[in-house]
């Protein structure tokens, strides 16, 4: 089975563009997580999506949102990009709420 | 308000002897606990995991304790190997695996 795949792996931005990512689950899996890694706040959770709807949120301003499609696949965007934006975002998925969670290698961006 | 806490940065263990990684935690409503191990630019990769009904489980060389009174869980690895240097993650999470809370990592090191 293939795992969870993110695109782009890496991607460069400038102050105040906006970016969109994008997570595969394994197949079968219907949740699906994003996390933001920084060196300064190591990972933290950002919004969890189970068959289309957002379950979970962290504590993250407006400016990061996301959504999951019928097919599971998600996308997170992040507007008005901020230098503190650059990190490893981090998508993994699992079978259901109650099952582990595996994580893909996240996409580096850099927010320049 | 850090809820989980890994206090040891780094950890530097000889081939073949133990390795015991410790994280302590606050929230008492915490029931999944889950260790997961990082190498640079890819994942977290999931080890192993126990419930809070539990005090142990094993997985190979991987056995975790909870210590439910102290709020506090290890990770022992038993015998160490170079490849398992990497960055160990103790994560937490309330009614179910989606909702994550990561420590901050401990860098472990094995050397021949």
């Known amino acids: 089975k293939a795992g969870v795949t993110q695109t782009p792996r890496y991607l460069i931005k400038t102050r105040g563009q906006q970016v969109t990512l994008s997570c595969s689950p394994i197949?079968?899996?219907?949740?699906v997580s994003w996390y933001q890694q920084t060196p300064g706040q190591g990972l933290q959770f950002l919004f969890e999506?189970?068959?289309?709807?957002?379950?979970n949120k962290g504590n993250f301003p407006g400016r990061f949102s996301g959504r999951q499609f019928s097919n599971s696949r998600s996308e997170m965007n992040v507007s008005t990009l901020e230098l503190g934006d650059s990190a490893l975002y981090l998508c993994?998925?699992?079978?259901?709420?109650?099952?582990?969670?595996?994580f893909g290698p996240g996409t580096r961006l850099l927010v320049l | 308000d850090q809820q989980v806490k890994q206090n040891s940065p780094s950890l530097s263990v000889q081939e073949g002897r133990i390795s015991i990684l410790n994280c302590d935690y606050t929230?008492?409503?915490?029931?999944?606990f889950l260790w997961y191990k990082k190498y640079p630019a890819e994942g977290p990769t999931f080890l192993i995991s126990?419930?809070?009904?539990?005090d142990k489980n094993e997985d190979g060389r991987f056995t975790v304790f909870l210590n439910k009174s102290a709020k506090h869980l290890s990770l022992h690895i038993v015998p160490s190997q170079p490849g398992d240097s990497a960055v160990y993650f103790c994560?937490?999470?309330?009614?179910?695996?989606?909702?994550?809370?990561f420590g901050a990592g401990t860098r472990l090191a094995v050397h021949p």
């Open positions: 993994a998925s699992s079978l259901t709420a109650q099952e582990t969670q595996y």
């Open positions: 929230n008492s409503m915490f029931d999944y």
């Open positions: 126990i419930s809070s009904i539990k």
């Open positions: 994560a937490a999470s309330t009614g179910g695996y989606n909702k994550l809370i």
């Open positions: 999506y189970f068959s289309e709807t957002q379950r």
């Open positions: 197949s079968g899996h219907r949740s």
